[in-house]
């Protein structure tokens, strides 16, 4: 398993259940061995209950005449163990079988045994119990099978409620750690939720800070800080792209004017350059303003609006270079959540690329449906190359004739805006580009 590849809460659920694992491990060995002494202590106890019990009766009734003492030593055989009553002598007085002692007595104390198996017969485990008081009997042995069901039987219950116990208790442990884990990485969850949503849309969204541990609240302040920081940058390049504008625009005005008086051909060709150039650099500021671009949800903007602005601010440069344009609004006003300059400047881009690709008293159609805006023109329309790649470098071409980064700027608007931006041409002839949102 590749922990790197994990999920976070993947990795805690795998080391919280390791450590159960490891935990629950080492409580069944503990139980084990508790077990063992339990199951030692309580096969010596069983041993000397009999043993007792034969020398209570023996007390009583040296012969084990009597039908308490026949109920022993009956149970003693039904259970296959073996019982023999030594006398002084160190030999069998009674016995359930052999008239030879299980193991020799030694000393006038209690003593556990065990004999291994040979000649068919099991293991043994015993007690051999001197008698206190001075009669023919020195010791009374009783021995049972070391593997007895009266054993066994012990062990297999104990095995048997733990496994009944333990297998579900394991399933719990593993849905309870998922669930906790679950839990205790919601937080996190929910500030990656609210910053994946944070984009062109919501510049200003921040992470929420209230009901957040202390330690993710640390984390979250941090990114909100950074968040801060990103968009004093955003705002600052913006104003600073517009001075930009502002300084570059002005005495390329002045120079204009001034051409603009004189009847000489060369002045009215170099206006043309200076056109040209104005153009051209509105184009790289607008480009920089993109990648600058923020809105608010609540920002809605008229498409039908916007289009007719843009129709009403290129007209007279459209009549004045000999061209028409056309502007097909749907029923009922085209809203949507967007930067409502941004637009503009997308849109008049692909009017001012459609002017410049028309032909003398072309037709410039602008139309807006429910789902954006589509400029079409009478021109050669699309190469093949800017079809298949409609964001291209600086310095490519809209068209084969062409000049300018319109199209790439209308693209990067689009992105901005989660829409984008569609070129094709008309089987009649021309071209048509849509700001599909």
């Not at 034969?54 to 039908?67: F, I």
């Not at 990114?223 to 390049?237: C, H, I, P």
């Not at 204009?256 to 004189?262: I, V």
């Not at 790289?284 to 990648?291: A, M, S």
Request: proline share 4%; aromatic share 6%.
């Amino acid at each position: 398993m590749n922990m790197q590849r994990l999920t976070l809460l993947q990795r805690l659920i795998v080391a919280m259940s390791i450590v159960a694992f490891v935990a629950i491990c080492a409580s069944a060995v503990f139980l084990y061995i508790r077990f063992q002494a339990s199951n030692d202590a309580f096969r010596e106890e069983t041993l000397s209950t009999f043993a007792e019990d034969l020398h209570r009766e023996l007390s009583a009734d040296p012969q084990l005449s009597n039908p308490h003492a026949k109920a022993i030593k009956a149970r003693i055989r039904e259970l296959r163990g073996q019982y023999v009553i030594l006398g002084q002598d160190g030999r069998a007085i009674d016995s359930s079988g052999s008239q030879q002692p299980l193991i020799p007595h030694i000393d006038n104390r209690t003593q556990y045994f065990e004999l291994p198996s040979h000649g068919g017969q099991k293991a043994l485990f015993g007690i051999s119990l001197p008698t206190p008081s001075s009669g023919p009997v020195e010791a009374i042995q009783v021995a049972f099978p070391k593997a007895h069901v009266i054993f066994d039987s012990v062990l297999e219950e104990f095995v048997r409620d733990i496994a009944w116990i333990w297998i579900p208790f394991v399933f719990v442990l593993l849905a309870t750690n998922i669930i906790v884990v679950g839990l205790a990485l919601r937080p996190l969850r929910t500030a990656a939720h609210e910053a994946a949503r944070i984009g062109p849309s919501s510049i200003a969204a921040r992470l929420t800070e209230s009901g957040m541990p202390n330690d993710v609240l640390t984390l979250i302040r941090s990114v909100n800080a950074a968040l801060d920081r990103l968009q004093g940058g955003f705002l600052s390049l913006e104003r600073f792209s517009g001075q930009l504008a502002h300084e570059l625009r002005t005495p390329l005005a002045i120079a204009k004017t001034r051409l603009s008086l004189s009847q000489d051909q060369i002045a009215r060709a170099v206006e043309r350059d200076f056109e040209d150039i104005e153009r051209v650099i509105t184009q790289l500021i607008d480009r920089v303003r993109v990648r600058t671009l923020h809105y608010e949800a609540t920002d809605v903007v008229d498409l039908g609006g916007v289009a007719t602005d843009v129709a009403r601010y290129l007209a007279p440069m459209i009549v004045g270079a000999r061209r028409n344009i056309e502007l097909k609004i749907e029923n009922g006003p085209v809203l949507m959540s967007g930067a409502r300059d941004f637009i503009f400047r997308a849109l008049r881009n692909l009017v001012e690329n459609a002017l410049h690709h028309s032909p003398k008293n072309g037709v410039i159609t602008i139309s807006v449906f429910n789902i954006g805006i589509s400029v079409a023109d009478q021109g050669p329309g699309f190469t093949k190359m800017r079809l298949n790649q409609v964001s291209q470098a600086v310095g490519k071409t809209d068209r084969e004739d062409g000049l300018g980064l319109g199209l790439s700027i209308v693209g990067e608007t689009m992105e901005a805006h989660d829409g984008r931006l569609v070129l094709s041409n008309l089987p009649s002839g021309g071209a048509v580009a849509t700001m599909s949102f």
